[in-house]
């Protein structure tokens, strides 16, 4: 499986606009694509303006199929618009376990 570990920071005056159109991706791509397996959306304990998405797709291709979809279009725009106090870090992942067999 292939997953990603994202990590931003918001506007704390934006923090409600962020909140919405995160939920949005979140649920849509929960909800709307069978080749996403998991996305999680956390926030740090220590900073509310800091968040983690943990997402997990059957392969990159998964992923691309994701970056087309209308709810993430919502996301890219909120984002466009300065939601974020700077472009936020991804790391890309394989994921260990559970094994690849044990996802559904």
Not at 35 to 63: I, K, S
Not at 65 to 75: C, F, I, K, L, N
Request: hydrophobic fraction near 35%; aromatic fraction near 12%; include cysteine.
């Amino acid at each position: 499986m292939f997953a990603l570990v994202v990590s931003v920071r918001v506007k704390p005056e934006r923090r409600e606009e962020f909140l919405r159109a995160i939920e949005e991706d979140a649920r849509g791509s929960r909800e709307d694509e069978p080749n996403c397996l998991r996305f999680d959306v956390l926030q740090d304990n220590a900073d509310p303006n800091h968040y983690f998405f943990y997402e997990v797709y059957r392969n990159e291709e998964a992923l691309k199929e994701h970056t087309d979809a209308p709810h993430y279009q919502g996301w890219r725009a909120a984002v466009e618009a300065g939601v974020l106090e700077a472009p936020g870090e991804v790391t890309r992942c394989h994921t260990v376990f559970p094994p690849d067999e044990q996802w559904q």
